[in-house]
């Protein structure tokens, strides 16, 4: 944010709303689903399919789960703080007719056409990150369920394999939709 002639733009638009909420609502889903991940215990022996020893997954593998639903959690949380203090600076900037007085800072700002762009993309990076995190954590768990993946089992590459295609087009499609957004 900085501080800009009267001549350009000063607030975002409601298209810029839109997609901050969107932000906010798909990081919302899947911290639910980074929760629902942390509470199961990766280690319990009764929670796995596998009968071969030599497919059973080891600690490192559990490890490797639980550090990505927290590194998922971590990226969905700091994209929400972006968007919703975005969102925030934006409600009290049309409010109040423009001005922004920012705590800590002697300085008066206005919303930013620019800043606002790259703080969403800053945003959506975020949301992005969280969910390559989170389809690591749950390749994890596939990987603890029905066994590594060098074992070659035909149920964990049957899970995995969709799971690195939709994802990513998913992604694809979200992060186009973002930048769609932007250039509106």
Not at 11 to 30: C, R
Not at 56 to 69: K, P, Q, T
Not at 110 to 122: E, F, G
Not at 143 to 157: A, H, M, T, W
């Amino acid at each position: 944010m900085e501080v800009e002639s009267s001549a350009r733009p000063r607030f975002g638009t409601s298209i810029h709303i839109t997609a901050i909420d969107g932000i906010v609502n798909v990081n919302s889903l899947f911290t639910l689903a980074v929760f629902i991940g942390l509470a199961w215990n990766p280690t319990d022996l009764n929670n796995t399919l596998v009968n071969d020893p030599n497919c059973v997954a080891g600690r490192r593998i559990a490890e490797d789960l639980v550090s990505f639903h927290v590194y998922s959690f971590s990226s969905f949380l700091f994209s929400s703080i972006i968007a919703l203090s975005l969102k925030q600076a934006i409600r009290i900037a049309k409010s109040n007719g423009g001005p922004i007085m920012f705590h800590g800072a002697a300085l008066m700002a206005r919303v930013n056409k620019t800043a606002l762009r790259v703080a969403i993309v800053v945003s959506a990076a975020g949301s992005v990150s969280g969910c390559v995190f989170l389809m690591l954590a749950l390749v994890n768990v596939v990987q603890i369920k029905l066994g590594i993946l060098s074992c070659g089992s035909v149920y964990s590459y049957g899970a995995v394999v969709p799971l690195f295609i939709l994802v990513p087009v998913g992604l694809l499609i979200y992060v186009c939709m973002v930048l769609y957004a932007l250039t509106a």
